[in-house]
């Protein structure tokens, strides 16, 4: 089977960028999104086809995805951005989900 | 807008059955695919299957094949997941999702419901 491995958490003061990682086999070959989930809410998709914004996603969101690693970058992050993130790929028409990383606005 | 609203979570005991539906508006629902995702407490998120407009195509995680079983009525804009043999590790908020395309590389799930609470006790 296919993993996605994020690390568990990551802290960022206000206004500083977070960088959450994602990493798998010859991830670069395919397209990952990212999803946003906070406490007793379903996830909400924030990054598709690497680096695409849905329409109403701030711009301080972006994507990156290159060799065995997806990156997503929240540039000037802000309290509300404290959440989890999980990547996601597809593998042979299974999706994956990466372990999820919890983002702490210190 | 879109809207997903799941219902038919609740309590059942390990072995017995459960049917969760979701109901869709605010989109042409068979022109989508669509999928049901887990979520166990204090977990990360688990795709479980998905299914094709008509319906003809559906796929599994290995966790649930054999035992679950994913359909549509496009009549009635709702989707299904039938749940069999459940187990005390299938506990688990379970939400449907609507997905941006035809399952494959470029897509994502782009909208999700709410969720609908599923607990495996005796």
């Known amino acids: 089977s296919y993993d996605l491995t994020q690390p568990p958490s990551v802290s960022v003061s206000p206004g500083q960028t977070a960088s959450i990682t994602c990493s798998g086999d010859?991830?670069?070959?395919?397209?990952v999104s990212w999803y946003q989930q906070k406490p007793g809410q379903p996830p909400v998709l924030i990054i598709y086809?690497?680096?695409k914004r849905p329409s109403g996603i701030p711009e301080r969101f972006s994507g990156s995805n290159s060799g065995n690693t997806a990156t997503l970058t929240i540039s000037g992050t802000q309290a509300l951005d404290e959440a989890d993130y999980y990547c996601?790929?597809?593998?042979?028409?299974?999706?994956?989900f990466g372990t999820g990383a919890k983002v702490t606005v210190l | 807008q879109v809207q997903l609203v799941a219902s038919g979570g609740g309590l059942v005991k390990p072995g017995g059955s459960l049917r969760l539906s979701c109901a869709a508006s605010?989109?042409?629902?068979?022109?989508?695919?669509m999928s049901w995702i887990r979520q166990a407490p204090g977990k990360g998120l688990e795709w479980l299957a998905y299914?094709?407009?008509?319906?003809?195509?559906?796929n599994y995680a290995d966790s649930v094949k054999g035992r679950f079983l994913i359909s549509r009525d496009n009549a009635q804009n709702s989707l299904y997941l039938q749940m069999n043999s459940l187990r005390a590790e299938d506990t688990a908020t379970y939400y449907c999702?609507?997905?941006?395309?035809?399952?494959?590389?470029?897509?994502?799930?782009?909208?999700w419901g709410q969720g609908a609470l599923v607990t495996v006790s005796s």
């Open positions: 999702a609507r997905i941006s395309g035809p399952v494959g590389a470029t897509t994502s799930f782009d909208h």
């Open positions: 605010g989109f042409t629902f068979s022109d989508y695919y």
């Open positions: 299914i094709s407009t008509t319906g003809n195509t559906r």
């Open positions: 010859k991830l670069g070959d395919k397209y």
């Open positions: 086809q690497d680096t």
């Open positions: 996601q790929a597809w593998d042979s028409s299974t999706a994956v």
